[in-house]
């Protein structure tokens, strides 16, 4: 079965600490995301890649960063972590051709709760 | 940009009837895709049905069927025989080109046995 997973599900930070949110998926995905989910907000794209090396900023790129050196891997970055970036975040993959247009995968998410 | 909205955060139905979620979106392109997502307690985002904006037909996946108004900008689903499983968070989500996903800020479904 495909998948993408998220290294953690539920994670517990300082403010000011650095944080790595890691996903890594299986399926030979070209193209991955990261999303922010809040209550009465829906998703949110933070940053996306469509390839190694490669990122674009999403709508709320502030106070993130991403890392993608390996195809099957990225990695969302809080370069100082704050209370208002506590949140859920999901991770999603696809393929950038025509079955791209089936949608995303999505990993089960990691709850991030900055103190 | 394009934007989706989805006016009812929350919707309850009874068990084995028909509910129907809302769904409006905002594109200048003639070419997109729309998409319904369904997200359990467990958080796992599950597909539930996709719709090409060329094809006139509305799809449909077992219970699971839209409503798909192109001039409207309108895209519904209906959930028939609802269970009680398909309480979640439904998502209704937009694509054109090349770019990503874009999310309504959802609604969610409660089925009361």
């Known amino acids: 079965d495909v998948k993408v997973t998220q290294s953690s599900r539920y994670l517990v930070k300082r403010t000011g600490e650095k944080v790595f949110l890691e996903c890594v998926q299986d399926?030979?995905?070209?193209?991955m995301f990261w999303y922010r989910q809040d209550p009465g907000l829906g998703l949110r794209l933070i940053y996306f890649?469509?390839?190694?090396?490669?990122?674009e900023k999403g709508d709320i790129p502030e106070g993130y960063s991403v890392s993608r050196e390996k195809k099957e891997r990225f990695s969302l970055i809080l370069e100082s972590a704050s209370t208002n970036q506590t949140s859920m975040y999901l991770c999603?993959?696809?393929?950038?051709?025509?079955?791209?247009?089936?949608?995303?995968?999505f990993g089960s998410g990691t709850r991030l709760t900055v103190v | 940009a394009q934007t989706v909205t989805q006016s009812q955060p929350e919707m309850s139905v009874q068990e084995a009837e028909t509910v129907t979620l809302s769904c409006t979106y905002d594109?200048?392109?003639?070419?997109?895709?729309l998409f319904w997502y369904k997200q359990p307690p467990s958080r796992q985002m599950i597909l539930v049905i996709r719709?090409?904006?060329?094809?006139?037909q509305n799809a449909t996946e077992n219970r699971f069927s839209v409503n798909f108004q192109k001039a409207a900008k309108s895209f519904s689903l209906k959930i028939s025989d609802s269970q009680l499983g398909d309480a979640a968070m439904y998502f209704c989500?937009?694509?054109?080109?090349?770019?990503?996903?874009?999310f309504g800020k959802g609604t969610r479904l409660s089925v009361i046995a």
């Open positions: 999603a993959s696809r393929f950038s051709g025509t079955d791209g247009n089936y949608g995303y995968t």
């Open positions: 594109t200048s392109e003639s070419d997109y895709y």
């Open positions: 719709q090409e904006a060329y094809k006139q």
């Open positions: 399926m030979d995905h070209e193209n």
């Open positions: 989500a937009y694509k054109s080109g090349n770019t990503p996903l874009v």
């Open positions: 890649s469509y390839d190694v090396k490669m990122k």
